[in-house]
C-alpha cells in the first residue's frame, strides 16, 4: 500500500468519500498539466521554494481561491525580488 492509499483508506473510513481527492484535487488533475508535473518537468532550472509556489498559485487561482491564490503568488514572488536584492 502506498502513502496515498494509506491516506485514501483513512478518508473512505471517516466517511468523505465525495470530497475533493486531496492528493490530486481537482483545481490541478483538471489542467493539461499540474504545477508539480510542470515543475519537476523543468526540474534543471533550479527554482526557490518561493518560484515554485508563484507558479502553483498562479496556475490554480482560477480553479480554488482567485483573488486570495493571486495574492499568495505576489507574496511569493516579492519574498523572492527581496531575497535576491540582498545577494
Not at 488533475?29 to 507558479?55: C, D, F, H, Q, R
Not at 480553479?63 to 491564490?69: T, V
Amino acid at each position: 500500500m502506498t502513502q496515498a492509499d494509506g491516506i485514501m483508506a483513512v478518508i473512505d473510513a471517516i466517511g468523505n468519500k465525495d470530497q475533493d481527492n486531496p492528493i490530486e484535487p481537482k483545481h490541478y488533475t483538471e489542467m493539461a498539466i499540474s504545477p508539480l508535473e510542470y515543475i519537476e518537468a523543468n526540474e534543471k532550472e533550479g527554482w526557490s521554494w518561493a518560484i515554485m509556489n508563484v507558479i502553483k498559485y498562479v496556475s490554480r487561482h482560477k480553479r480554488k481561491n482567485g483573488i486570495e491564490d493571486l495574492k499568495k503568488a505576489a507574496w511569493y514572488l516579492q519574498h523572492e525580488i527581496e531575497r535576491l536584492e540582498r545577494r
